[in-house]
C-alpha cells in the first residue's frame, strides 16, 4: 500500500512540476510579446511624431536603409535616403504644418520578428499640390516593420485615405 502512495505521490509531482514549467514559459512568452508589441507600437509613433514635426530628423533610429513608402497616390519611393527626400518635400509644401494623431492600432505578428501594424490616422485640414481639399481625412497606414539586430525597424509602409460612405 506504502508503494502505491509513492507512486501516486510520485506521478502527481511530475504532473504539478510540468503545469509550473508549462505556466513560467507561457508567461514568458506572453511578456516578450508585449514587450515586442511595446516596441513596434514606439516605432508607430516615432513615424508619427516625425510626420508632425516635418523634418524627419530621427528617422534613421527607425527605419531600415531599404525602407520603401507608398504614398496615398499610389507612388513608391525606395531607400531610407529618398523616401526623406520625397516626405521633407511635402512637409516643406502642402503638408507644412499638417499633424495627425493615431485614432487606432492593430499590431499582427506574421513571425518572431514580423510585425504589420495596420493603424488609421487623423489628420488636420491641408490643401494637396493638386488645389484638392482634405478635410476631416483618416488615413489607414499600413507599417510593416521588422527586428533587426534586435531593434524594431519601419521597413515599408503604405498610406491611404479612407473613403467614407
Known amino acids: 500500500m506504502l508503494k502505491f502512495y509513492v507512486i501516486l505521490i510520485h506521478t502527481n509531482m511530475k504532473a504539478i512540476l510540468l503545469i509550473v514549467t508549462s505556466s ?13 508589441e511595446e516596441a513596434v507600437r514606439k516605432v508607430v509613433v516615432a513615424f508619427q511624431d516625425d510626420f508632425n514635426d516635418g523634418a524627419f530628423e530621427n528617422a534613421a533610429n527607425y527605419t531600415t536603409a531599404d525602407w520603401e ?19 521633407k518635400s511635402a512637409h516643406l509644401t502642402f503638408l507644412k504644418g499638417v499633424t495627425m494623431t493615431v485614432e487606432s492600432m492593430n499590431i499582427r505578428f506574421v513571425t518572431s520578428d514580423v510585425a504589420i ?11 494637396s499640390a493638386d488645389g484638392v481639399k482634405h478635410e476631416n481625412e483618416r488615413r489607414l497606414k499600413a507599417y510593416v516593420i521588422v527586428k533587426q539586430n534586435g531593434q524594431w525597424l519601419l521597413t515599408h509602409d503604405q498610406n491611404t485615405i479612407v473613403n467614407v460612405r
Open 24 to 36: 513560467l514559459i507561457s508567461s514568458v512568452g506572453l511578456s516578450q510579446n508585449t514587450q515586442n
Open 69 to 87: 513608402h507608398l504614398n496615398p497616390m499610389g507612388g513608391i519611393t525606395r531607400g531610407r535616403d529618398e523616401v526623406l527626400k520625397a516626405v
Open 117 to 127: 501594424a495596420n493603424v488609421i490616422h487623423k489628420i488636420n485640414p491641408y490643401e
